[in-house]
Every structure is written in C-alpha cells, then in structure tokens.
C-alpha cells in the first residue's frame, strides 16, 4: 500500500525499549525517503529521524544514540528502535513517507500513527 501503516507503540517503564513498524509499498523505482516524525500533547510536530533507500540514516539529536532506524526492503518495512526511552518520549509516532518519481516533485504519504507511553 501506498499509504504508510504504523504498528508496535505500546507503553513502557522509563529505560525500557520499543520497536515500531512501518510498512509501505509500492512506488518501486522512485526515490523514497522513509521517516519518522512524533508529537506530544500541546507540541508541535517534530522529526525523529529518517533513512533512504540505499540505507542512509539520520537521526535528530534528542535521540541520536537512543533509537536506530532499519529496513527490510523485501518487507517493505521500515523499523524505529527505541531504548533507553524516557517519559519525554511519550508522543504519538508517525511514520512519513516522501516518493519523488521521474522528474516530478515530492509527495508526502502520512501514517495514522501510534502511540508510545514512557511512565517514570
């Protein structure tokens, strides 16, 4: 499916760990760009961190060392690992994903999102 679709939030005590998926498919030889974005209750949206086709990684700061974010391109499925967590990580997950085909501009596709709870 074109369409992103999250799964694997849950809640969790402070230091554990949680891995999210997400699956897309389609748009096969186009460039997609998978990431993930997550926002809190009262806050903005913000990037978690995201990966190319080819396996390129890149993470923002509040979690560099915390989360990895894998694929498995024969599953179309894209991973967000979480450990370490904290309750400041307690938002809901989406996963974004950007599809640039041919010469033409790029196309957003949003998942529903899940939820993640991290309680002290």
Do not use: H
């Amino acid at each position: 499916q074109v369409q992103p679709v999250e799964s694997g939030g849950g809640s969790v005590q402070a230091g554990g760990s949680l891995r999210l998926s997400c699956a897309a498919s389609g748009y096969t030889y186009c460039r997609n760009v998978m990431s993930w974005y997550r926002q809190a209750p009262g806050k903005e949206r913000e990037f978690v961190g995201s990966i190319t086709r080819d396996g390129s990684p890149s993470y923002a700061d509040s979690v560099k060392g915390r989360f990895t974010i894998s694929q498995d391109n024969a599953k179309n499925t894209v991973y967000l690992q979480m450990n370490s967590l904290k309750p400041e990580d307690t938002a809901m997950y989406y996963c974004k994903r950007a599809v640039q085909c041919a010469s033409g501009g790029w196309d957003d596709y949003w998942g529903q999102g899940t939820q993640v709870t991290v309680s002290s």
